[in-house]
């Protein structure tokens, strides 16, 4: 069992408290999603507007007691994240701050991209995001049809003085918080080739940008966004991973992030779980004999997926190329986000939904966190290839 | 308000689905239920044990009830929840209604697994089409299954005392491969103006109908 140290203990105990602050608008932030700027000054919006920014461009980290907090440790976002989701996972994920985007230019981006992205971040509360999926092929890279055109097409059509590196044009679709966005990572194919894949930072600014977004049954603050390159002009700056092999630019470096990252979505979905688990606890005081021995049955499945969950943050962090555990944690909490959510809602007969609109949120945004991230057959997918790998390594105690 | 007299919703005859699967397969939700409200309630509006309805709004009683929320198909059409002041003392569930709406929710549970098929068939990963794998297939077989065993059991003509749990846990059943089918949609049928709205509002009018079964 992974049991927090005091450090994780007193961060554990700081973000309940946030989580306080933050159930009081998860209704209102559902029915309104702009008014989301009018909350960037929680506590937790201004923890998680920094979080992740690795230690050498982050001068003001959280500190507790003299411990420090980056967000980069994948167990410190997982406690935080489960207390920030139990309260509201769409204002977890609405909330400003590097996010996926952050994560691909540590991973690919050099010395003057990190500074001048993260730098962008600590200025003030900056909305970021990362496009990966596509209309018609979803994570396919082998399908992607955003591209950077070459970079005599751009000075052509363009005019420009600087040469960039190229045009970017195609669509992204699904892309969390991008019409409120200040900048953000793209991925694309930049040239031919099964190795073509690529990624470039893009500030939304720049003409030829667009983002709309769309009518979401829940996480309605994250605002899913269809998002349009229309000849956008990259600077050559502006293109990550330039100095890498070509293998470690594009989707060995999707995959790096995506395992660093799932974790984390994890513990969202077992927030939304523990979330409607103590909604239960809270407000059905005196319960029936079947009715306790399900809800004891919940508080066991919530408690064996955080410790799941919490394994899997461990086996990113000392392997991120890894990531078996971390999808099995995915499957599992997503399973049980609906699972709990639907089962919450049996504890307070007809009309449920309707006289307890915060489980009607929980039980729309639990379906929301399935598809992030890969949905439950990639995760079975990936799982079943740790397996043949001998990667899950499940059963240590039984080596000779 | 007084609780409308409950009629005999126009069962199948021999084993076939009632008429409200048809509808609710071909036309969607609303002219589904607006034939259902009509059979059954002649037009009132059937309040469940918990004292709410979900209905379309040109059902919605003038006076007696409070609207608690409203919602919109992607077609267009609004539907009120509703709550009476005063819930029925005896909060016996409308049986008729409940079969009814079962059916109605099994027809837009098979037309949502058409539409699956249809969205399957056109994503391509690896250069081939979605349903060609087997993780989809199987999940695709599993709502099918699902779906055979909820028409079975309806269709069952030697039940004549249907019991609010039994026709509770059906509903709940509905609901699980309703699920089981939006997961294949991934981020698709999570859109507010596509399938899922449909498949919510299917389980909304549910939940207002009929307390879910604890251990389903």
Redesign the interface.
């Given at each position: 069992m992974i049991e927090l140290d005091e450090r994780l203990r007193m961060l554990q105990s700081e973000a309940r408290g946030w989580a306080d602050e933050m159930r009081v608008h998860a209704l209102a932030l559902d029915r309104t999603p702009d008014r989301l700027r009018e909350l960037t000054d929680l506590a937790p919006m201004a923890f998680l507007a920094t979080a992740m920014i690795p230690p050498r461009y982050h001068p003001r980290p959280l500190t507790l007691s003299g411990h420090r907090y980056y967000g980069t440790d994948p167990l410190e976002r997982a406690v935080v994240i489960e207390e920030a989701a139990s309260a509201d996972c769409a204002m977890v994920l609405a909330a400003p701050g590097p996010s996926l985007a952050g994560v691909a230019v540590d991973l690919l981006g050099d010395d003057e991209q990190k500074a001048w992205f993260y730098d962008r971040v600590l200025q003030r509360p900056t909305w970021t995001f990362f496009a990966l999926?596509e209309p018609d092929?979803?994570s396919?890279a082998?399908?992607m049809e955003t591209a950077l055109l070459p970079a005599s097409d751009a000075m052509a059509r363009t005019g420009a003085d600087a040469a960039p590196a190229g045009l970017l044009r195609g669509r992204k679709?699904?892309i969390g918080n991008a019409d409120r966005a200040a900048l953000g990572v793209v991925m694309a194919r930049i040239r031919p080739g099964p190795l073509g894949i690529g990624s470039v930072l893009v500030e939304t600014s720049a003409a030829g940008f667009s983002a709309r977004s769309?009518?979401?049954?829940?996480l309605r603050a994250a605002k899913?966004c269809d998002v349009v390159f229309d000849d956008v002009a990259v600077e050559q700056k502006r293109v990550l991973g330039a100095g890498l092999p070509r293998t470690r630019q594009g989707m060995w470096a999707a995959v790096q992030l995506l395992n660093r990252i799932r974790p984390g979505v994890a513990a969202m979905a077992l927030g939304i779980a523990r979330g409607a688990y103590d909604y239960v606890r809270t407000n059905r005081r005196t319960l029936k004999a079947?009715?306790q021995e399900?809800l004891d049955w919940l508080g066991r499945r919530v408690h064996a997926v955080r410790q799941l969950v919490r394994t899997a943050a461990v086996a990113v962090a000392r392997d991120p190329s890894d990531g078996t555990t971390a999808s099995a944690a995915k499957a599992r909490a997503c399973r049980l986000a609906?699972e709990a959510t639907?089962?919450a809602?049996?504890?307070f007969?007809?009309?449920?939904?309707?006289?307890h609109p915060m489980l009607d949120k929980y039980a729309?945004d639990a379906?929301?966190v399935?598809?992030m991230e890969g949905?439950?057959?990639i995760q079975?997918?990936t799982v079943f290839q740790g397996v043949l790998a001998g990667r899950s390594k499940r059963r240590p105690h039984l080596a000779r | 308000m007084t609780a409308p007299r409950i009629n005999e919703a126009r069962p199948g005859t021999g084993g076939e689905p009632s008429p409200y699967h048809g509808i609710a397969y071909h036309e969607g939700l609303v002219p589904a239920l607006a034939s259902l409200l009509r059979d059954v309630t002649g037009g009132g509006t059937p309040f469940?044990?918990?004292?709410?309805a979900v209905v379309p709004v040109r059902f919605a009683p003038r006076t007696g009830a409070i609207v608690?929320?409203r919602y919109r198909t992607v077609d267009g059409e609004e539907l009120v929840?509703l709550?009476q002041p005063e819930p029925e003392v005896s909060g016996v569930?409308h049986v008729a209604w409940l079969l009814g709406l079962a059916w109605l929710r099994l027809g837009l549970s098979e037309a949502l697994l058409e539409t699956c098929l249809r969205h399957l068939g056109q994503?391509?990963?690896?250069?081939t089409s979605l349903l060609t794998?087997q993780?989809?297939r199987g999940?695709v077989a599993d709502s099918a299954i699902e779906q055979l065993e909820v028409h079975a059991v309806l269709a069952d003509t030697s039940v004549d005392d249907w019991g609010s749990g039994a026709l509770g846990a059906i509903h709940?059943q509905i609901?699980?491969v309703d699920?089981g089918l939006?997961?294949l949609l991934?981020?698709a049928?999570?859109?507010?103006?596509g399938p899922?709205?449909m498949t919510?509002l299917s389980?909304?009018v549910a939940?207002?109908?009929?307390?879910?079964?604890?251990?389903?």
């Open positions: 999926t092929h979803g396919d082998a399908a679709r699904y769309l009518p979401m049954i829940g899913f079947t009715e399900r609906e639907l089962a809602l049996g504890f007969g007809a009309g449920a939904r309707l006289e729309r379906r929301g399935e598809f949905t439950e057959n079975r997918l | 469940g044990p918990g004292g709410h608690v929320a929840a709550r569930a994503r391509m990963s690896g250069g794998q993780l989809v999940d709940d609901t699980r699920r939006l997961r991934g981020a049928g999570y859109l507010g103006d899922g709205q919510y389980e909304l939940c207002a109908a009929v307390a879910p079964e604890l251990d389903s």
